[in-house]
């Protein structure tokens, strides 16, 4: 994002792809150097966000149909944005969040099928402005990562799959390819990493697409005090 001191980085990907995992490795690298990384994610991050996410999630919202439930996504995510992501990143922060816009243009607005105008608009009034400075998107053949996903649920004592991990595996593969059409289309912001290599190689990857982006002002500090 322009005009602030930090960072702005959002991981995206399908189900199971192992965000979480490389949002704690890259976490615990960055503060291992000496920066302030806040972690978080959507839908939540935020009170507000946080208290429309179970409304989304246990599939409440499903029946009211998608442009509900987009809306209520673009209402999480506004709240988030107000109230964590753009004071983080004023304060000099690098953040790191788990899923972001690109989960709405592909969830709602291609295998949703919401006008592209309407998912736009709802885009813009939700980020107004916070347009992430990296966006890595993990990718991996879409039956890869449910598996993942459902073995997952399975450990979790009592875990169900939410509202969109239930559908099925043309859905989860059209949402793969559109990630990809996204990360083609915008080369500046999204890179895109292969989630399937194992998680130290993802790691490094994941670190290498950040690492020139750093916060030069930190990276100036850093270096000011090697030189003393
Ligand atoms: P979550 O439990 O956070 O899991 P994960 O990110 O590991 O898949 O579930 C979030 C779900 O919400 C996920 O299935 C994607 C969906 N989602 C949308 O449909 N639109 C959005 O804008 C966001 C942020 C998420």
């Known amino acids: 994002m322009d005009g602030v001191n930090g960072l ?3 991981f ?3 189900e199971g792809v192992g965000k979480s995992t490389q949002i704690r490795l890259l976490a615990e690298r960055l503060r291992n150097l000496g920066y302030e990384v806040i972690v978080t994610r959507e839908p939540g991050g935020s009170m507000g966000a946080e208290a429309v996410r179970h409304v989304l999630l246990s599939g409440a919202a499903e029946e009211f149909g998608v442009r509900m439930e ?3 996504f673009a209402a999480a995510r506004n709240d988030h944005v107000e109230e964590v992501i753009k004071p983080a990143l004023k304060n000099g922060a690098i953040v790191l969040c788990d899923r972001f816009m690109d989960s709405s243009r592909v969830y709602q607005g291609i295998t949703g099928n919401l006008e592209p105008s309407f998912v736009k608009t709802l885009e813009r009034v939700a980020i107004d402005g ?5 966006t890595l998107i993990l990718d991996m053949p879409a039956e ?3 598996a993942r996903a459902r073995k997952r649920a399975g450990g979790e004592k009592g875990a169900e799959p939410d509202r969109f991990e239930k559908e099925e595996l043309s859905t989860h593969e059209k949402r793969r390819e559109a990630f990809l059409d996204i990360a083609a289309s915008d080369p500046l912001r999204c ?3 292969d989630a399937s290599l194992p998680s130290d190689e993802v790691a490094e990857a994941v670190f290498v697409a950040v690492e020139n982006l750093l916060p030069i002002r930190l990276q100036k500090e850093k ?3 090697t030189v003393a």
């Open 8 to 10: 702005f980085v959002t």
């Open 12 to 14: 995206e990907g399908g």
């Open 223 to 225: 270096s000011a005090e």
């Open 70 to 72: 987009a809306i209520l």
């Open 191 to 193: 890179r895109v990493v």
């Open 144 to 146: 890869k990562g449910l």
């Open 130 to 134: 916070a347009v992430p400075d990296c």
